[in-house]
């Protein structure tokens, strides 16, 4: 997951349609998520641009889906939230108020320091720890 300072993530999503099945109706369920679903220009390979939440939905629903040929992208999209950048963490923490650090952890499986260090931020506000 790539993420430019200030703006949405995007996810690289190799061999996209040749790896699924009913990839229409694929597409069509990200895109019900809000997410962007682009392909890099006359390329087999997609981008997918998506907040934190409309990742979490989209895994949800793949997961749940009975079409066993999507469930890589489930797998490859749990693997890039591991990724997020600093900032995507600070704002999936500012609008959860009183959110712990176990508790980011838990939701966006980033390290214990990483972790600290944006609640110490939002609490305390220095960001030269």
């Not at 996810?11 to 699924?20: A, D, E, G, K, T």
């Not at 499986?109 to 944006?118: G, K, M, P, Q, S």
Request: with cysteine.
């Amino acid at each position: 997951m790539k993420t430019p300072k200030n703006q949405i993530p995007y996810i690289s999503l190799p061999s996209f349609l040749r790896r699924v099945l009913k990839a229409y109706a694929l597409k069509t369920l990200i895109r019900q998520q809000g997410c962007e679903l682009n392909r890099i220009g006359r390329s087999r390979n997609w981008q997918l641009k998506a907040t934190f939440e409309q990742l979490e939905a989209t895994i949800s629903l793949i997961e749940n889906s009975a079409e066993p040929s999507w469930q890589w992208l489930a797998v490859h999209l749990s693997k890039q939230r591991k990724h997020l950048g600093f900032d995507m963490l600070i704002s999936i923490a500012q609008k959860k108020p009183g959110i712990t650090v176990s508790e980011l952890m838990l939701r966006t499986d980033c390290t214990i320091a990483e972790a600290r260090r944006v609640i110490d931020v939002i609490e305390f506000g220095d960001s030269t720890i």
